[in-house]
């Protein structure tokens, strides 16, 4: 299969941003401004020249011996470290000018390029610039590959702001000569190899500390007429002592004959600064671009961090309140009990390995039924099984091959009864279950009643993490479309229809792969009720591995966006039209579409976190997103009546199965932008619904005089209640399970699995 162009644009989407976060990672947080004490010497230093342990500021190592140099008597090199600053550099710069004064500005790469314009305006003024690292790395701690890089990094930065590249270097954390140790020795070699002259200072203001104004002009003033080299800060912090130090320091060392320079005019360097090369020049030009695009994308990530992480508090509290407030209407009537005979549509294609148990759980129903099984041209005998069990009350349409929405409107044509309810070929219903699903049709309004599905096969982590999925995201959510009358699936393994608004629709549209979604929001615009019925319980296979998942996700995700958009004028109705509209579809496109796109970002911020940040804050916030999840899940599960064994997998569902949903709605979301027609495709069935053993229950009989259903409906009831079933046989639930697990008085299935994207939600409206 060719790579598709929207993979391959997301694959260097994923590359970029990984490149974009290392960058922010190692400029902003592999290093950072410290006080100067914090790298200070005090190592061996045996390898240090006596000449230069006790000579001049200046050092050039890339001579044998290392020569110093120092400023002549009564100069006085003015210095200043880590900037440029966006708030202290230009306060600095208009003091210097005011005195009429030159200095160095040791700058840091990554200010550089956060600040290119306070770095032209530092030469525009006539001052000089070194560098001071790209990230204020200690030279003397980091691997020599390392070295060269803060250098070079440093110098591109410069040599794209200005133009230009200096020889001067201070390293960061330096001090005075005598405090070199045999790291920092090396570190001054390497960079005089590389063409720096190393400079250290005579004398420290100590601004770093902020002792107050009185002291940094007593800390930089000289003692003599010696020649100095001033350390000065105008970066790294809160450096309004500086500034006004420096306001009274300048005049008063003038005054007593102190002439200012820069620290090349101090030691007769000629040519400090030179201008770049074209190449570097372009290269610093393309580094400054890159930093900026990636600290603009760190922003962009930020924001989307938050959203993603309000978007899940929000649903998480919308679907518990919700859920709560749904409970507290258990048990509410509808009317009188509705005991009219129901015609069950169970369209099928290749459905042979689960189509007996389907059958025969429907049979088994304590509600009169009529089954009608629309074979759509399958190939693998699903038809001829069917009629082979010679099943009282069932009937086998055969038609060719046209889809499910064609084989449910054949299925509708053909039926008795006007209540009508629709079943996938792979799932088997509670006794109870039709009974229960058909008795809110008791208030007219009602068009629709979802059931609960629940996971069949779940063992294994996959079918733990769909169980968690279904009794989790699709069932919380069940809940608060009930509330909010703006239920926009009845799922088509377990739902029921009143036939006069199937009509009223139109049918079963085949315009999107999500029929079952564009069929019930037809109905909600058409102005019906439809409801959650959470006691019609049916138990469906869930795919049993990724391949499948992904295929019935994508085809779930991809129709319900083409139903949503079919159905945006439901967005501006008013009444029943618009309560889908304004809450079912705008819920499922915050929460079903755009918190799955955006969710990723949760994991990519805790890799780089945990690489690049605190950690132990960051393994804390995990641990706090999955508690909510976990809580959300035992609620579900307690509603539901469901074992908690389960949950145990959701911290392993972050890493897989989380994942695999994010790539689902991408798919979609990409293919539904290119307009691309999707087709239909069918999951693999694995014939986990064994055959029940004994006989079914009494069928009801098929009648078209719907007249006569509540006599026929009370007849049947007779015979059902005067029917002896000798094998005791039981359907899946609360109590025991015989035929479906092959195991006489074995108890129900009830297992485990991890909620979507983590956040319990249903990936793409698939309720």
Known sequence: MPLRTHWLLLTVLVLTLAGALLIQGYTQHMFGIGDDAAGSGGGAAGRVPA????????IDSAVTPARTARPAARTLALTFDDGPDPRWTPQILDVLRRHHVHATFFVVGTEVAAHPALVRQILADGNEIGIHTFTHADLGTIPGWQRSLELREAQLALAGATGK???????????????????????????????????????????????GVDAIVANATPHGSAGQILLMHDGGGDRSQTVAALDRLLPQLTARGFRFATVGDAVGIPQAMRPASAGDHRLGYALIGTLDASAWVL???????????????LRAAAVVTAARRHVRRRGRGWGAPVVEPVSVIVPAYNESAGIEAAVRSLLASDHPVEVVVVDDGSTDGTAELVESLRLPGVRVIRQANAGKPAALNTGIAAASFDLLVMVDGDTVFEPDAVRALVQPFADPRVGAVSGNAKVVNRGGLLGRWQHIEYVVGFNLDRRLFDLGQCMPTVPGAVGAFRRSALLRVGGVSDETLAEDTDLTMALCRDGWRVVYEEGAVAWTEAPASLGALWRQRYRWCYGTLQAM????????????????????????????????????????????????????????????????????????????????????????????????????????VATALAGSRLRWQRM????????????????????????????????????????????????????????????????????????????????????
Do not use: C
């Open 165 to 211: 590249t200096s020889s001067l270097l201070r390293p960061p954390y330096s001090s005075v000569n005598g405090a070199l140790d045999d790291r920092d020795w090396d570190a001054v070699t390497t960079a005089g190899g590389d063409g720096y002259l190393t400079v250290l200072t005579t004398q420290d203001s100590q601004d770093w500390q902020r002792p």
């Open 684 to 767: 693999e069935r694995y014939g986990t619904l064994t055959v029940p053993a004994g006989p079914s229950a009494t069928a009801a009989p098929a009648q078209d005089d719907r007249a006569a259903a509540p006599d026929l409906a009370e007849a049947w009831l007779e015979e059902v209640r005067g029917a002896a079933d000798p094998e005791g046989v039981r359907y899946l639930g609360t109590g025991r399970t015989p035929g479906l697990y092959g195991e006489p008085d074995a108890p129900g299935p009830h297992a485990p699995a991890p909620a979507p994207y983590g956040h319990g939600a249903a990936p793409y409206g698939k309720f």
């Open 565 to 668: 958009w079919k159905h945006r004028g439901a967005l501006v109705s008013r009444g029943a039209a618009g309560k889908l509209g304004r809450r079912g579809l705008l819920y499922l496109l915050l929460f079903q579409v755009l918190l799955p796109l955006i969710a990723p970002v949760v994991d990519v911020f805790a890799v780089y976190g945990l690489v690049f940040l605190d950690p132990w804050r960051i393994l804390g916030l995990w641990l706090g997103f999955l508690a909510l999840q976990a809580a959300m899940g035992a609620y579900a599960f307690r509603l539901d009546g469901e074992p908690r064994g389960p949950l145990w997998t959701l911290p392993l569902q972050q890493f897989v199965y989380r994942q695999l949903m994010y790539l689902v709605v991408i798919q979609s």
């Open 51 to 58: 000449a230069v342990a006790h000579g001049g500021p200046v």
């Open 299 to 313: 922003r962009v990530l930020g924001w989307l961090l938050l959203a993603a992480g309000v978007l899940a508090v």
